[in-house]
Structure formats: C-alpha cells, structure tokens
C-alpha cells in the first residue's frame, strides 16, 4: 500500500512538474499567429485543482500588446489572471463568448495599444458573444457589453491622424474620473455613460459603428465630443491639439474616430 501510495504520489508530481510548454505551445500559438498575434511564455505547468497555469505571458501584435505574470485555465474553461499591478482578472471563455470581471487594474503595467499611454486603477467588466474566437472577428451577430470606472489617473502618447504622420501629440495629462457604461449589437455601439474629465477638458463618448470595409478589414466609427470645462491654459491647450473642429452654441467640439480598426484616425466635425 506504502508503496503504492509513493508511486501515485511520484506520478502527480511528474505531471505537475512536466514542461507543458513544449507539448502545447505550438497548437495554442498557431491560430493566434493566423491573427496576427504572437504568444510568448515562460513556463506552462498542470496545476490543481484541474487545469494549467502560465508564468510570464505575453501577447502581442503590431497594435498591441499584454502581460500577465500568470494564468490559470481549468477544465470548465474557466480563467483567473494576476499581473497588471497587483489586478485579479477572473472570467470564463466558451467557443463563442467570453466574460470577465477585473478589479485594481493598472494599464501601464502591462497594457500597450498604438502610442497611447495610461496609467491609473481600474474597475472593469467585459462579456462578448458571438464571437469567433479562432479569428478574433466580430460578426453581424456579435453582441458585447463594457463596463469600467476609475477615480483618476494618466494618459498621454500620440492618438491616430493629423498632419504629423507619428500621430497627435497629446503630452501627458490627469484625468479626474472616468467611466463607460456600453453595449454594442448589429453593428452599432450603444453608449449608457461615457465620460472622462481630463486636464480641464469634458469628453463624452456619442456612439459608433463597426462595419465591413472595401478591402475586407472592419471600419470603425466612433463618435465623441469635448468641451473646455475649466477656463485656464491647461485646458484650452489640450482642447488645440485635438484636429480642429467647430464649436456649437454650448461650446462642444465634435470629433470622429474613423478607419480600418488596425489604422484609426482622429478627424474634427465642423
């Protein structure tokens, strides 16, 4: 029995203890290639109670890239994530859907998008259906809901568009609060509360479209607009590096986000 008991023992620990990265990198890393997207990690073990936990992970692509120190994955597909200055990020993933929830999220840790750059802690909840996970692409009938809130923090970088072909140059700013409430279905996005009040500036997020391009890629439309709230420098600064626009009778400047989702630009309504 002793001796039984010490073989099953050694076997458990063989599979917890085995490299899983050689066996499944190769067929986790070929459908994210044919994204476009590049799976790097450090190690890959089984893990209890029944799954497998990732270390050092990373995906990436020529727009994008996130880091997690760790991922575990079970058999009931669902997920638990920690990385992103100290944020737990726990959510489950069928054929076709996945949700999460993440709380104490820090995008500067571990999250780049273009030449953006912002730091704060978020609060955040995602679920997308219908959604063809081996390709990424959203379809007619996917439907997602966004969720997130923050207290304040920074941002700053180059967003897409202008004269400038690095992009608008946006410095580095505060932001006061945040918050997004959206849902997106057939095509269009449905915004509840999108607002951000940033170096004196108000902007609100209007809505928008993703729809299928001429050469095959999805475009995106999005409508937001901003207002000077605070009349100092600091403000009417920020408000003049955005492409120029008219101003209506309360003071709001309209602004598109439109393009291919993999080359956005920034475009000023008169």
Wanted: charged share 20%.
């Amino acid at each position: 029995m002793r001796l039984l008991l010490f073989g099953l023992l050694f076997l458990l620990f063989l599979l917890l203890t085995a490299p899983m990265e050689r066996y499944l990198m190769p067929w986790l890393a070929a459908p994210l290639a044919k994204m476009g997207v590049t799976l790097e990690l450090k190690t890959m073990r089984l893990a209890l109670p029944a799954g497998v936990r990732a270390t050092d992970l990373r995906l990436s692509s020529d727009t994008a890239s996130l880091a997690l120190d760790s991922l575990y994955v079970d058999l009931m597909r669902s997920f638990s994530a920690r990385g992103c200055g100290g944020a737990s990020i726990d959510g489950r993933i069928t054929s076709d859907s996945i949700s999460l929830r993440t709380s104490g999220f820090d995008p500067s840790e571990c999250l780049k998008v273009g030449r953006l750059a912002m730091k704060g802690v978020f609060d955040a909840t995602v679920a997308i259906d219908h959604l063809s996970l081996l390709s990424g692409a959203f379809g007619d009938e996917t439907e997602a809901h966004v969720q997130f809130s923050t207290n304040g923090g920074t941002f700053g970088g180059f967003l897409p568009g202008g004269e400038n072909p690095e992009g608008v140059p946006l410095g580095e700013w505060d932001f006061q609060q945040a918050d997004l409430d959206a849902s997106y279905r057939n095509g269009k996005l449905e915004v509840k509360q999108g607002k951000a009040l940033a170096g004196g500036v108000l902007w609100e997020l209007l809505g928008g479209s993703l729809s299928s391009g001429r050469s095959g890629q999805r475009e995106v439309r999005i409508d937001l607009r901003a207002r000077v709230n605070e009349d100092t420098p600091r403000a009417k600064a920020m408000i003049g590096l955005m492409p120029k626009a008219g101003e209506d009778s309360n003071g709001w400047r309209h602004f598109r986000v439109i393009g291919p989702v993999t080359s956005m630009k920034v475009i000023g309504l008169q």
